[in-house]
């Protein structure tokens, strides 16, 4: 299948600072990525949907100001957590598809704690 | 259909015996679903997936039956073995839209 690679795998930030999450399709190009967060024992929840050349689309109560997506690339997708705090602490996943409507491939993930 | 906040139902299971891991989505619109299996620390792996114009999937040692009457999702995983143990969640998308929707999630622990 398809790869979509996140980097970093784990950061720690300090309370206050941002941090950059990327998101890279390896061997297609994702005109659109998605943005998931994942607390401990918990389901995905949908953040935010990434576009290529275009403003990203929020999930009802995601904090657009915060959580800052760029996709400037059709291999590249970013997320910046702004002004970090401990409640941010939580596992950032993005996903891709190939194709509309078909499979789509997850990252490993980012574990992201702010202290 | 957004996923929510719950926190995870668990099944345990016999190593041999079959396994059967159900899911209620919400959106009576989602034409497209997807199982994925989740280990600790990882992203999602895809499992099986179905569209709506059908009612059952089989892959290997994996099926999964799809009721739209009920909005209903299942699993069923032959054979358990140890490495089956992980958390899987199913996921509806809507053609229109793109974006795939998780359920909350099962966590099956196979005992040897």
């Known amino acids: 299948g398809a790869v979509v690679s996140q980097h970093p795998s784990r950061v720690i ?14 061997d297609f190009q994702a005109t659109t990525m998605f943005w998931y967060r994942q607390f401990p024992k918990q389901s995905l929840m949908l953040m935010a949907t990434s576009n290529e050349g275009s403003k990203a689309t929020y999930e009802q109560g995601v904090e657009k100001d915060k959580f800052l997506i760029n996709h400037a690339s059709l291999t590249l997708s970013t997320l910046t957590v702004t002004s ?27 574990r992201l704690t702010v202290v | 259909g957004e ?9 345990s299971v016999q190593e041999g015996d079959n396994s059967i891991i159900n899911c209620a989505y919400s959106n009576s619109a989602s ?13 999602p792996q895809f499992i099986i997936d179905i569209r709506s114009n059908m009612d059952k999937r089989q892959g290997q ?14 699993l069923q995983i032959a054979a ?16 229109t839209g793109n974006q795939f929707y998780f359920g909350t999630g099962t966590s099956l622990t196979v005992i040897p």
């Open chain 1, 13 to 26: 930030c300090k309370s206050g600072t941002s941090v950059k999450i990327e998101c890279r399709s390896l």
């Open chain 1, 84 to 110: 970090a705090h401990p409640e941010d602490s939580s596992f950032y996943i993005c996903s891709a598809f190939t194709r509309p409507n078909t499979e789509a491939f997850f990252g490993q993930g980012t």
């Open chain 2, 3 to 11: 996923s929510v906040g719950l926190h995870l139902p668990t099944l």
């Open chain 2, 31 to 43: 034409d497209y679903f997807i199982w994925y299996k989740q280990e600790s620390g990882k992203g």
């Open chain 2, 61 to 74: 040692r994996v099926t999964v039956l799809l009721n739209k009457t009920v909005k209903h999702l299942s």
């Open chain 2, 80 to 95: 358990t073995q140890p490495g089956d143990s992980a958390v899987y969640f199913c996921a509806e998308n809507i053609n």
